[in-house]
Nanobody
């Protein structure tokens, strides 16, 4: 099983980006999926999580600005990020619970300029 994350880049404050995380390989079941982020020198933090049924939860710092969603048929999880702030700058990692194991994507860099 592999996770391929994409969609990061450079954006000005107030702008938007959409991250994608596609799973591939021998997949028999997908459960919870999430996005995390990490700034150098700091711990990785949970940004958003979504259940198989589509129920989301968000970190307080991104509520109202970020939206997590998923397309189970395509085994893909998305993170729509709006009203981006410089403090959102980080490497974003996707995480999916597949076949009763946790898998991580390679990380995609999001840079928000002021």
């Amino acid at each position: 099983v592999q996770l391929q994350a994409s969609g990061g880049g450079l954006v000005q404050a107030g702008g938007s980006l959409r991250l994608s995380c596609a799973a591939s390989g021998g997949i028999s079941s997908i459960n919870v999926a999430a996005w995390h982020r990490q700034v150098p020198g700091k711990q990785r933090e949970l940004v958003a999580v979504i259940t198989t049924g589509g129920s989301p939860n968000y970190a307080d710092s991104v509520k109202g600005r970020f939206t997590i969603s998923r397309d189970n048929s395509k085994k893909t999880v998305f993170l729509e990020m709006n009203s981006l702030k410089p403090e959102d700058t980080a490497v974003y990692y996707c995480n999916q619970h597949i076949n009763f194991r946790d898998y991580w994507g390679q990380g995609t860099l999001v840079t928000v300029s002021s």
